[in-house]
T-cell receptor
Framework: KAGVTQTPRYLIKTRGQQVTLSCSPISGHRSVSWYQQTPGQGLQFLFEYFSETQRNKGNFPGRFSGRQFSNSRSEMNVSTLELGDSALYLC??????????????FGPGTRLTVL | AQKITQTQPGMFVQEKEAVTLDCTYDTSDPSYGLFWYKQPSSGEMIFLIYQGSYDQQNATEGRYSLNFQKARKSANLVISASQLGDSAMYFCAMREGRRTPTGTASKLTFGTGTRLQVTL
């Protein structure tokens, strides 16, 4: 079974631009979560989608948004990019709405650099 | 408050030796899951092992085992017979069973990680 895929793997943008990242979960998985990883803040939860609905959200500004499609694929959008948005963005999927017993499987990440 | 604490920023271990990576956690929720992930330099987070708060026995997965001490709120990862390919960052993470008002489960919270270097 194919793992979680993320595209693109690398992105370079300039301040003020917007960016869209894509994530395809493991086949049959309906929950997709997004995380941001930076050297300073570590791994931080952005949001979780299940059945096309945002079910959980972290403490990020409204510039960060996402959506999930009927095939469970998810996109994350960051508008008005700031230098501090440079990070590795990781997507994770699990088979159902994430409960404390559910393992999340991660993709390879998208490394975003904002100049 | 820090929910997951990994006190070892870096560790060295010789090939074929065993190593223990420490993790302590803080929660008042009786239902929670503890996870360990490995992150090589490529960036992908690789799931290693899971321990549930109600599990009576310590989890094991091949060369990985989890030393779960519930009363002490610790969930240390033990890697036996270390290999050069084990060199990576290792993250401990927790998900609590508490449900939000919207009915969703809470997020996966990560520690700061331990960088393990396996030497010849």
């Amino acid at each position: 079974k194919a793992g979680v895929t993320q595209t693109p793997r690398y992105l370079i943008k300039t301040r003020g631009q917007q960016v869209t990242l894509s994530c395809s979960p493991i086949s049959g998985h309906r929950s997709v979560s997004w995380y941001q990883q930076t050297p300073g803040q570590g791994l931080q939860f952005l949001f979780e989608y299940f059945s096309e609905t945002q079910r959980n959200k972290g403490n990020f500004p409204g510039r960060f948004s996402g959506r999930q499609f009927s095939n469970s694929r998810s996109e994350m959008n960051v508008s008005t990019l700031e230098l501090g948005d440079s990070a590795l963005y990781l997507c994770a999927s699990s088979s159902r709405l994430a409960g404390f017993t559910d393992t999340q499987y991660f993709g390879p990440g998208t490394r975003l650099t904002v100049l | 408050a820090q929910k997951i604490t990994q006190t070892q920023p870096g560790m060295f271990v010789q090939e074929k030796e065993a190593v223990t990576l420490d993790c302590t956690y803080d929660t008042s929720d009786p239902s929670y899951g503890l996870f360990w992930y490995k992150q090589p330099s490529s960036g992908e987070m690789i799931f290693l092992i899971y321990q549930g708060s109600y599990d009576q026995q310590n989890a094991t997965e091949g060369r990985y085992s989890l030393n779960f001490q519930k009363a002490r709120k610790s969930a240390n990862l033990v890697i036996s017979a270390s290999q050069l390919g084990d060199s990576a960052m290792y993250f401990c993470a927790m998900r609590e069973g508490r449900r939000t008002p919207t009915g969703t489960a809470s997020k996966l919270t990560f520690g700061t990680g331990t960088r393990l270097q396996v030497t010849l």
